[in-house]
């Protein structure tokens, strides 16, 4: 069987009858020690008594035991969603596994899948001809520059003007810097 989620087609693994049964006997093996523990300290009666009691209360015990045994395997879940997430699982596959979708494994694992932080602004100097020029990466990753000549001159990249890399705007706050150097700075 496979599941469609916005786009991402994932198989969702069907167990067989055999895998079904080895599965409920793994639990009932698992939960009647759990089971047993509850019922005595409800009643004071050991362990091995759980079963002579009242099969209402019994039943009760059992029905205690199955939501602690509910309540890790969700735990254990939201850590098996976070570890996929640590290794690059988004919402929408954690979703398609768990055949809900991208909003319902976002609810469910709110903290499983992190985003990667925006890039931080990175600057750079330049220092030619007497003046300075300060380089700019804006998180969106284009380049800009301002700059001061060494005759006083401001001068800007321009509004809106963003640069492929960084040695395209040094390339453009160079050319600024030199048709601003002082006379007695990089000329004849």
């Known amino acids: 069987m496979s599941v469609v989620n916005y786009g991402c087609r994932v198989m969702v693994p069907e167990i067989t009858q055999e895998e079904q049964v080895e599965l ?3 639990l009932y093996d698992a939960l009647n020690p759990l089971a047993s523990a509850i019922r005595s300290r409800q009643t004071g009666l050991p362990e091995d008594r759980m079963w002579d009691a009242d099969p209402v209360a019994v039943a009760l015990s059992v029905l205690a035991a199955w939501k602690a045994v509910d309540a890790e395997v969700r735990r254990l879940t939201a850590h098996a969603a976070a570890t996929a997430g640590s290794y690059g699982a988004s919402y929408e596959q954690l979703g398609a ?8 494994a976002r609810k469910k694992w709110p903290d499983a899948v992190t985003r990667p ?4 602004a990175r600057t750079s100097n330049l220092e030619i001809f007497g003046g300075t020029a300060e380089l700019a990466q804006a998180p969106s990753g284009g380049w800009s520059w301002t700059g001061e000549g060494a005759d006083g001159a401001s001068g800007t990249a321009g509004e809106g003007v963003s640069y492929a890399t960084a040695e395209e705007a040094a ?6 810097l030199k048709e601003h150097a002082s ?6």
């Open 117 to 120: 932080a925006p890039p931080a």
């Open 171 to 176: 390339a453009h706050a160079g050319a600024f």
């Open 97 to 104: 596994v768990w055949g809900i979708t991208r909003q319902g």
């Open 183 to 188: 006379d007695s700075v990089g000329r004849p």
């Open 24 to 26: 409920d006997k793994a």
